[in-house]
């Protein structure tokens, strides 16, 4: 059974990086058959899609947050990360990390169980 | 505003058939497969359904999901209690390359 966990600091200061990190185990990150992607939740609003990382280290990001954006995977520890620099108010969110299928319609199978971070001074 | 378009609310009495929409366009749902989440409150996502109309095991039958065209619908049959929860639509959309979700719709079972 495939886990993942999010983990990183709950609050992050305006201007500064939101740095991320989620580790999965049950199964290896380097499988071909799975893109590695962020989702995030601002409190009591829908969900957003991030960006997913490959094993090989190709990432796709959603264009609106591209600029602000880093997604990178560590093989040799089996996790992969989010850099989110400038943050505003706005970034405050539940963040998830998930497993997503390149065969199925990219779909997010597998989920951390998100970590609230607050964005504030 | 959410690339693809779902209703805020649904509701339903228990044993009514319920169904929630989901529209898009060409460079998503009308050229890609479409997949449902469901959602408790304080808890992560679930698949609920994938591929347009495959549900993952564990899946209840009372699930079932439709595409047609740009458009995409969940039907929940014997709405139960326990069906209470926000159910959101995503797919991939060509044009952004990236994922794409509704913004979500809010199950109330009267």
């Known amino acids: 059974q495939v886990q993942l966990q999010e983990s990183g600091p709950g609050l992050v200061k305006p201007s500064e990086t939101l740095s991320l990190t989620c580790n999965v185990s049950?199964?290896?990150?380097?499988?071909?058959?799975?893109?590695w992607g962020w989702i995030r939740q601002p409190p009591g609003k829908g969900l957003e899609w991030i960006g997913s990382i490959y094993y090989s280290g190709t990432t796709y990001s959603n264009p609106s947050l591209k600029s602000r954006l880093i997604i990178s995977v560590d093989t040799s520890k089996n996790l992969f990360s989010l850099k989110l620099s400038s943050v505003t108010a706005a970034d405050t969110a539940v963040y998830y990390c998930?497993?997503?299928?390149?065969?199925?319609?990219?779909?997010?199978?597998?989920w951390g169980q998100g970590t609230l971070v607050a964005v504030s001074s | 505003q959410s690339v693809l378009t779902q209703p805020p609310s649904a509701s339903g009495t228990p044993g009514q058939r319920v169904t929630i929409s989901c529209s898009g366009s060409?460079?998503?749902?009308?050229?890609?497969?479409v997949n449902w989440y469901q959602q408790f409150p304080g808890t992560a996502p679930r698949l609920l359904i994938h591929n347009d109309n495959q549900r993952p095991s564990g899946v209840p039958d009372r699930f079932s999901g439709s595409e047609s065209g740009t458009s995409a619908s969940l039907a929940i049959s014997g709405l139960q209690s326990e069906d209470e929860a926000d159910y959101y639509c995503?797919?991939?959309?060509?044009?952004?390359?990236?994922?794409?979700f509704g913004g979500g719709t809010q199950l109330t079972v009267l």
């Open positions: 998930a497993r997503q299928r390149s065969y199925t319609g990219y779909d997010f199978d597998y």
């Open positions: 049950g199964g290896s990150i380097s499988s071909r058959s799975y893109y």
């Open positions: 995503a797919a991939w959309d060509d044009s952004l390359n990236g994922a794409v």
């Open positions: 060409s460079s998503n749902i009308g050229n890609n497969v």
